[in-house]
């Protein structure tokens, strides 16, 4: 008997247009061990670890590009409205480390944004289409807003100060 999909869900996640078994064992055994969007119980999980981590490359050799696990994971997660804009990262993420990491990885996604990511990209930054279109302004943006430490020139400050000589 085929499972019904869950109402909260709009569209199903990539491995799901895939007729592949392997793919889906591949997300189940990902999502068990790094975290994720789980669809069997339409809950998130927060991600232990975040793309361009090795441990996630080696797991994922049989699936579609890692960074989409996550995009898709994100995506599917905010149109189960299981965050918004303020509870984003304590949601999705185990620790601020996992958010730098995933902006540092998005920095690089150079393909055009899927509409489930422009979506979700959306509703964490109040609706800005023209920085949402973009993974690289998405990127800036959501490191503006979730981690503004972390900006090239915020770390540039601190290195700055670092190497000034007390007054």
């Known amino acids: 008997m085929a499972k019904t999909p869950s109402p909260s869900r709009l569209t199903p996640l990539g491995f799901e247009s ?9 997300w ?17 999980k ?6 361009h981590d090795q ?25 189960a409205h299981l965050f918004d804009a ?3 990262v304590s ?3 185990a620790s601020k480390v996992g958010l730098v990491r995933f902006l540092d990885g998005l920095r690089h996604q150079i393909a055009w944004v899927n509409e489930r990511h422009f979506y979700a990209f959306m ?9 949402c279109a973009d993974y690289g302004r998405a990127e800036k943006h959501l490191r503006l807003k979730y981690a503004p430490d972390t900006t090239p020139r915020a770390l540039a400050n601190a ?4 190497r000034r000589k007390p007054n």
């Open 18 to 26: 895939e007729a592949a078994e392997f793919r889906r064992n591949a």
């Open 28 to 44: 189940s055994k990902a999502l068990k061990k790094h975290g994720g969007f789980d669809p069997a119980t339409n809950e998130m």
């Open 46 to 51: 927060p991600f232990k670890a975040t793309l």
């Open 55 to 79: 441990s996630v490359t080696r797991d994922w050799e049989h699936v579609c590009q890692q960074s989409w696990f996550y995009l898709d994971s994100l995506a599917a997660a905010s149109e």
């Open 86 to 88: 303020e509870s984003f």
């Open 91 to 93: 949601v999705c993420f």
């Open 123 to 131: 509703r964490l930054l109040d609706g800005e289409e023209i920085i």
């Open 159 to 162: 290195r700055a100060r670092g």
